[in-house]
C-alpha cells in the first residue's frame, strides 16, 4: 500500500519515529517474556487495567491514591468520582469491543462514550440526548484538561469519518503510530459533550490489544501519560495539533514513553508477584 493510500504508514518514517517504535516492542517483549506472565498473566491484566483507569481520570482531574480507586465502590458522589468511574468502566468495557473496532469504529466510540456517561448521570441532568452521538453544532463541550479551539461540528463528522476509514481500511503503520493518531485525533476533536480525554484513552488502549502488539492489556499507556504530567501530556498533544512533522513526531514519541512506563508498571508488578508481596 503507497503512502497516498496509508497515509500513516508515512508518519512511521519522522525522525525518531522508528526508534520510538523499536524501543516499545522491545521493551513489551520483555514483560512478555517476564516469568511471572507464564501463569499469572490474568492477575497483570487485571491489575494493568485498574492502574491504566486511575491513570487517565488523572489527566481528567481526578488524580486518586491507587489504593482509592481500588477500595471505592460508590462513584456517583460528586464529579471526581464519577470520572473515577467512568474511567473504569472504559477500561472494562475495552476488551468486549475489540472484534468490532476494525468494522466499525464509530460504533466502538459511541459505545465508549455511552459508558463513560453510564446510566444515571445523564438523565439526571437532563442531556441524556447528546451521549453516545458526536455532538451538533452549538452544543458545549466539558473537556477539562484541553482548551484548545473546538473544530466545529461539520469539521468534526468529515474526520470523524476519515479516521474511521483509515481504521476499517488498516496499513502497514506500527501499532505506535495508528493508536498515537487514534488517541491525538479524537482528543483534538472532541466529538462528544463530555469525557473525550477518557475515550480518546481508551480507543488507544483497543488499538494496541487489537494490533498484537499488547493482546493481553499488560501495557497501561495511561500509566505513562500520567507519569510524564499534565504539562508534558498537553504539550506533546500541542504537536499533533500543529500538524507539523516535528510535532506529530513529538506526539507519537510521547505516546511511547507512556507504553514503555506502563510496561515498568506491569514489571514491578510481576516483581511483586514473585516476590509474593502483591
Same mark, same amino acid.
Given at each position: 500500500?503507497?503512502?497516498?493510500?496509508?497515509?500513516?504508514?508515512?508518519?512511521?518514517?519522522?525522525?525518531? #519515529?522508528?526508534?520510538?517504535?523499536?524501543?516499545?516492542?522491545?521493551?513489551?517483549?520483555?514483560?512478555?517474556?517476564?516469568?511471572?506472565?507464564?501463569?499469572?498473566?490474568? %492477575?497483570?491484566?487485571?491489575?494493568?487495567?485498574?492502574?491504566?483507569?486511575?491513570?487517565?481520570?488523572?489527566?481528567?482531574?481526578?488524580?486518586?491514591?491507587?489504593?482509592?480507586?481500588?477500595?471505592?465502590?460508590?462513584?456517583?458522589?460528586?464529579? %471526581?468520582?464519577?470520572?473515577?468511574?467512568?474511567?473504569?468502566?472504559?477500561?472494562?468495557?475495552?476488551?468486549?469491543?475489540?472484534?468490532?473496532?476494525?468494522?466499525?469504529?464509530?460504533?466502538?466510540?459511541?459505545?465508549?462514550?455511552?459508558?463513560?456517561?453510564?446510566?444515571?448521570?445523564?438523565?439526571?441532568?437532563?442531556?441524556?440526548?447528546?451521549?453516545?452521538?458526536?455532538?451538533?453544532?452549538?452544543?458545549? #463541550?466539558?473537556?477539562?484538561?484541553?482548551?484548545?479551539?473546538?473544530?466545529?461540528? %461539520?469539521? /468534526?463528522?468529515?474526520?470523524?469519518?476519515?479516521?474511521?476509514?483509515?481504521?476499517?481500511?488498516?496499513?502497514?503503520?506500527?501499532?505506535?503510530?495508528?493508536?498515537?493518531?487514534?488517541?491525538?485525533?479524537?482528543?483534538?476533536?472532541?466529538?462528544?459533550?463530555?469525557?473525550?480525554?477518557? /475515550?480518546?484513552?481508551?480507543?488507544?488502549?483497543?488499538?494496541?490489544?487489537?494490533?498484537?502488539?499488547?493482546?493481553?492489556?499488560?501495557?497501561?499507556?495511561? #500509566?505513562?501519560?500520567?507519569?510524564?504530567?499534565?504539562?508534558?501530556?498537553?504539550?506533546?498533544?500541542?504537536?499533533?495539533?500543529?500538524?507539523?512533522?516535528?510535532?506529530?513526531?513529538?506526539?507519537?514519541?510521547?505516546?511511547?514513553?507512556?507504553?514503555?512506563?506502563?510496561?515498568?508498571?506491569?514489571?514491578?508488578?510481576?516483581?511483586?508477584?514473585?516476590?509474593?508481596?502483591?
Amino acid at each position: 500500500m503507497s503512502s497516498a493510500s496509508d497515509p500513516l504508514a508515512a508518519l512511521g518514517s519522522l525522525p525518531g #519515529v522508528a526508534e520510538s517504535v523499536d524501543s516499545v516492542r522491545k521493551a513489551v517483549d520483555r514483560v512478555y517474556g517476564h516469568r511471572v506472565m507464564r501463569r499469572r498473566s490474568g %492477575e497483570i491484566t487485571s491489575e494493568a487495567a485498574l492502574r491504566g483507569a486511575r491513570g487517565s481520570a488523572a489527566l481528567s482531574g481526578a488524580d486518586w491514591a491507587l489504593e482509592e480507586v481500588r477500595r471505592r465502590t460508590d462513584f456517583g458522589a460528586e464529579d %471526581e468520582a464519577r470520572t473515577v468511574g467512568a474511567a473504569l468502566r472504559l477500561t472494562a468495557e475495552a476488551g468486549q469491543l475489540l472484534s468490532i473496532w476494525r468494522q466499525s469504529p464509530m460504533r466502538v466510540l459511541a459505545r465508549l462514550h455511552l459508558v463513560a456517561c453510564g446510566a444515571a448521570a445523564p438523565a439526571a441532568e437532563g442531556t441524556a440526548d447528546v451521549v453516545g452521538r458526536p455532538r451538533l453544532a452549538g452544543e458545549p #463541550v466539558d473537556e477539562p484538561l484541553v482548551d484548545l479551539p473546538l473544530p466545529d461540528a %461539520e469539521e /468534526v463528522a468529515g474526520r470523524l469519518d476519515g479516521l474511521s476509514r483509515l481504521v476499517i481500511a488498516g496499513g502497514s503503520a506500527p501499532a505506535l503510530v495508528t493508536a498515537a493518531v487514534v488517541h491525538g485525533e479524537l482528543l483534538a476533536l472532541r466529538p462528544f459533550a463530555s469525557y473525550n480525554g477518557l /475515550v480518546a484513552r481508551t480507543a488507544e488502549r483497543i488499538v494496541l490489544i487489537n494490533s498484537g502488539l499488547d493482546p493481553k492489556a499488560i501495557c497501561p499507556a495511561e #500509566v505513562g501519560h500520567a507519569e510524564q504530567g499534565a504539562e508534558a501530556y498537553l504539550k506533546a498533544f500541542e504537536g499533533y495539533v500543529s500538524g507539523t512533522a516535528e510535532g506529530m513526531a513529538e506526539w507519537i514519541g510521547h505516546c511511547g514513553r507512556s507504553i514503555e512506563l506502563g510496561v515498568r508498571e506491569s514489571t514491578a508488578v510481576c516483581e511483586a508477584l514473585q516476590r509474593g508481596a502483591a
